[in-house]
């Protein structure tokens, strides 16, 4: 089992920044697939970020450019740093890991606040 726990939400005006951060519990964490989604009022939950075994990133469109996923295997850890919010970036934002490449994601945080006022 792992625990996801996030934290570093807020509110934030347009173009600020945030740190969103994940640490996870319960079993070692390098070795899993690690992602952000998010879910806004009224809207499906969507992918934001993930990162991959050797590092490698994907992103959706909307934040490419503006979002950083890293991870520090260390602490178990893995952030989203956000860069030049805008309103449409208001949601819950979650942690998620899973232990495989294929297939849905095992293991989910319980959400952090991000709310970007205009």
């Known amino acids: 089992q792992v625990q996801l726990v996030e934290s570093g939400g807020g509110l934030v005006q347009a173009g600020d920044s945030l740190r969103l951060s994940c640490v996870a519990s319960g079993r070692t964490f390098s070795s899993y697939i690690t992602g952000w989604f998010r879910q806004a009022p009224g809207k499906e939950r969507e992918f934001v970020a993930t990162?991959?075994?050797?590092?490698?990133?994907y992103y959706a469109d909307s934040v490419k450019g503006r979002f950083t996923i890293s991870r520090d295997n260390a602490k178990n850890a893995v952030y989203l740093q956000m860069a030049r919010l805008k309103p449409e970036d208001t949601a819950v934002y979650y942690c998620?890991?899973?232990?495989?490449?294929?297939?849905?994601?095992?293991?989910w945080g319980q959400g952090t606040q991000v709310t970007v006022s205009s």
């Open positions: 990162i991959r075994r050797g590092g490698i990133t």
């Open positions: 998620a890991a899973k232990g495989s490449d294929s297939g849905s994601y095992d293991y």
